[in-house]
């Protein structure tokens, strides 16, 4: 459905025109609740973009800025974070608070993993939008102007595109206001 949705966006077609279209609706969300990582409190980064693909290498932002991201998380909020993707080829710093999954997951188990998340930080990818399915709310990682508004996730009040982050601090600082005016909302359910 990630594949049907972009490609209909490159034909021209707007998200309303879509979801019309397919009547898309968020995942039922029952069938995913089998899976569990684990009780804990954790958001979910994807560090990669067009599974390796040159071409799209400007997609991605460093790694180091997503492991400070992490750090402040779980220093100032308690929060662990599982990283995801098919790239192993970055190191995963050794702490306790970051749990590698990366190539370890099917696709209803990566459904259930972004279920279960408090939040999803990452680039321009495929995991931002399954996210966006599981109704997780996202911090999503742009790099192109045009791809904001082409390319966001179908439900976008549950994203947030950040374009062009200069520091890890810039992302983090949106994330936790966030966080912080979700938590304190009664109607916050992950």
């Not at 879509?18 to 958001?43: G, H, R, V």
Request: aromatic fraction near 14%; charge should be negative; proline fraction near 4%.
């Amino acid at each position: 459905s990630v594949s049907l949705f972009g490609v209909c966006l490159e034909l021209g077609y707007t998200i309303e025109q879509i979801k019309e279209t397919f009547d898309l609706q968020p995942l039922n969300l029952e069938k995913f609740s089998a899976f569990k990582f684990k009780k804990d409190k954790y958001l979910v980064f994807c560090m990669e973009a067009a599974n390796g693909r040159k071409g799209d290498l400007y997609r991605c932002w460093d790694e180091e800025k997503y492991f400070e991201i992490a750090h402040k998380c779980y220093k100032e909020l308690g929060l662990k974070s599982i990283f995801i993707g098919t790239n192993t080829d970055i190191n995963i710093p050794s702490e306790k608070y970051l749990v590698d999954l990366r190539k370890k997951l099917n696709l209803y188990e990566l459904a259930a993993v972004l279920k279960d998340a408090k939040y999803y930080i990452g680039n321009d990818t495929g995991p931002l939008h399954i996210a966006n399915l599981m109704q997780t709310p996202s911090i999503g990682v742009y790099f192109r102007e045009k791809s904001t508004t082409d390319f966001t996730p179908i439900f976008r009040d549950l994203n947030t595109p950040v374009l062009n982050p200069q520091s890890a601090e810039e992302v983090y600082l949106i994330f936790k206001e966030m966080f912080i005016q979700a938590s304190s909302s009664s109607c916050f359910t992950h």
